[in-house]
């Protein structure tokens, strides 16, 4: 883009580093106004049982039985959740490392084809893939299996992580690599123990988001499962929510529960993010 | 959640254009191998490995699904072929069927509300509080940081809540605006069909925020600021530098973030089903979620795809924008 060459940080001092709490204090009002829904998760999750009584508006006697039946209830949901996160963070990774390595330093013919395909596939509504996935899904027997929905959900994290692991090794000076070749190392083995270990950053933040990508489907859970067999928690909430709700506390109970990823994520990857996305500008 | 792919790709793009110093190296060490052929063809090959993985993943789960949605478009596709294995060809009979059909005009529309009303919100208030955060003041970082809790949160989670929030008769929103004195009875958010679209349409607002304001954040970070220095000794300021100085230098990064966001909004589906289900009456029924009620309830895979087709159609028209937005950003 035409503005980052002039995007050099020349001037930070030219206006001066006041304390401004007034601005803060602006800032606190909209986060508290943009977060309310989640504070009213929170809330609604520790109210007692019920279904005339009103939530009130602060959880001054917290009550955990919506946490005790969300527990018991969508415990093995979410368990399955979360074995299927971590199979769709292997498979992502173990297939978007090579090729990302592959799309930043060889200039193989077809890279670009690629990068283009990745790109496009981002435009293909979830809801097309899931229609043809679930006839052929249906003659391979992958239906209601913790595999299939590992190979579909990766869906949403393979390209990303193409592009973000790809963008950081962009950025990753080519001495390195063509040193290790020179001393004789094999391409897996320079990729192995010394092109990995130095994208560890972007392929946390891959992983992480891959994580998170698959934690949140919701789509290929709803087309590809058609039994209670495998059951991720995203759909256990939609089921909940389905029907008339007469238990709201568990099922925010199971909402706080299905969202401790993403608050992990925000508070904890903070510079995983910041490392992905500045990695290859450091240089 | 999708949404977040749009960063990392503007992201990709920002870090590839920072990174394209390597380029003239990268192509220079290259440029000696071409001597020795036999090593070159081997060496070929092993590169070409390491992408093989995810060319074949890229072309089982975008590539087949595609292929086969057109395929099954024009067959009288239904629960019957799992057991017969037989799909009549029907020619464009599905398409008649489902472009013909009442709903659609009504999908179409909800489509275009939905997608119009939920993008101008986002980015209207996302370039608002960007334009805010780029101020100095303690506590700004974490406080953008976060902002983004909406957009990280599953979908279905967010829906769940807000159906919670909207609730007719105990739901937080009506006893709040019965608290101020607004209201006497309970507005039936979700469950009236003139008010339905427009509640989905403000909580996916809701949703969209946190990625228009990362985004556009980004894009701001990158005016200098002498450009304002110099504006302000012209007597630009305030709004007069916004839209002489900010918008001109910020255009390239907002034709991106509104593409994008047009792009994924057209897809939307968890949402939807979420809150509404596409109810009451079709009133927030849309092409994305008519197409999974026609092959997932009804059973009529055909139509289904034949709609799903549509919805690409559609989508890649925007695709065509979003390349040549993001054509310089990604890569050569």
């Known amino acids: 883009m035409t503005t980052q060459l002039k995007a050099l940080p020349a001037s930070a001092a030219a206006l001066p580093a006041r304390k401004n709490w007034g601005y803060t204090a602006l800032a606190i009002f909209f986060l508290a106004v943009m977060l309310f829904p989640v504070y009213w998760m929170v809330n609604a999750s520790l109210q007692p049982n019920g279904t005339t009584l009103e939530t009130s508006w602060l959880p001054l006697k917290p009550d955990f039985t919506g946490y005790a039946t969300a527990i018991n209830e969508q415990g093995g949901n979410l368990v399955t959740s979360l074995v299927i996160s971590l199979g769709s963070v292997a498979l992502s990774l173990a297939i978007a490392a090579p090729a990302a390595y592959a799309l930043a330093y060889f200039k193989v013919r077809g890279a670009g084809l690629v990068l283009f395909a990745i790109l496009i596939s981002q435009m293909i509504p979830g809801i097309v893939v899931a229609n043809a996935l679930y006839t052929a899904y249906n003659d391979l027997g992958l239906l209601n299996s913790i595999p299939g929905l590992i190979l579909a959900d990766s869906a949403h994290g393979i390209p990303f992580a193409i592009l973000i692991i790809r963008a950081f090794m962009n950025g ?22 010394i092109v990995l270990p130095l994208s560890r950053n972007s392929l946390i933040t891959a992983g992480l988001f891959t994580f998170l990508f698959a934690w949140s489907d919701f789509l290929f859970a709803l087309t590809l499962t058609t039994t209670e067999a495998v059951r991720p928690v995203t759909l256990g ?23 401790v990823p993403a608050i992990v994520l925000l508070v904890a990857a903070q510079k995983y993010i910041a490392a992905g996305t500045t990695g290859g500008a450091v240089k | 959640m999708s949404l977040t792919t749009d960063v990392s790709q503007a992201a990709a793009g920002t870090a590839a254009g920072k990174g394209s110093r390597k380029h003239g190296r990268g192509s220079g060490s290259a440029m000696q191998v071409p001597r020795r052929r036999p090593r070159h063809r081997r060496e070929r090959i092993f590169q070409w490995l390491f992408l093989v993985p995810a060319v074949v993943y890229m072309a089982l789960f975008f590539g ?6 057109v395929v099954m478009s024009f067959q009288d596709y239904t629960t019957a072929t799992f057991f017969t294995g037989e799909a009549p060809w029907v020619g464009l009979a599905n398409y008649v069927t489902v472009l013909s059909s009442s709903l659609f005009s009504t999908s179409l529309l909800n489509t275009a509300l939905f997608t119009v009303g939920s993008i101008l919100g986002q980015f209207v208030i996302g370039l608002a509080l960007a334009v ?24 279905i989670v967010s829906s769940a809540v807000w159906r919670w929030i909207l609730d007719k008769d105990s739901g937080a929103l009506n006893r709040f605006l019965g608290d101020l004195g607004i209201i006497d009875t309970g507005i039936p958010w979700l469950t009236s069909t003139s008010l339905a679209l427009i509640a989905v349409v403000g909580v996916n607002i809701w949703i969209g925020i946190p990625f228009n304001l990362t985004i556009l954040y980004g894009g701001l970070q990158e005016i200098p600021d002498e450009l304002y220095e110099a504006g302000s000794l012209d007597g630009a300021t305030g709004w007069r530098a916004f839209w002489h100085i900010t918008w001109p230098m910020l255009r390239p990064v907002v034709s991106v973030v509104l593409v994008l966001g047009v792009v994924y909004t057209l897809k939307v589906l968890d949402i939807i089903l979420g809150l509404t289900n596409g109810g009451p009456a079709n009133s927030t029924q849309t092409i994305a979620t008519q197409s999974y009620a026609l092959s997932f309830h009804e ?34």
């Open chain 2, 132 to 155: 805010f955060f780029r101020r100095k003041f303690p506590l700004n970082g974490i406080l953008r940081s976060l902002l983004l809790l909406p957009w990280l949160l599953p979908l």
């Open chain 1, 172 to 193: 990753m000076p080519a001495s390195v690599i063509e040193a290790a070749r020179v001393d004789g190392a094999g391409h897996i083995r320079a990729f192995w123990s």
């Open chain 1, 237 to 259: 909430i939609f089921q909940y929510i389905g029907a008339y709700v007469n238990d709201w506390s568990s099922v925010m109970a199971t909402a706080v529960l299905a969202s």
């Open chain 2, 299 to 332: 059973f009529k895979f055909g139509e289904g795809a034949a709609l799903g087709n549509v919805l690409v159609i559609i989508s890649l028209v925007f695709a065509v924008l979003y390349l040549r937005a993001s054509r310089r950003a990604v890569d050569e």
């Open chain 2, 64 to 69: 087949y699904p595609v292929a086969k949605n």
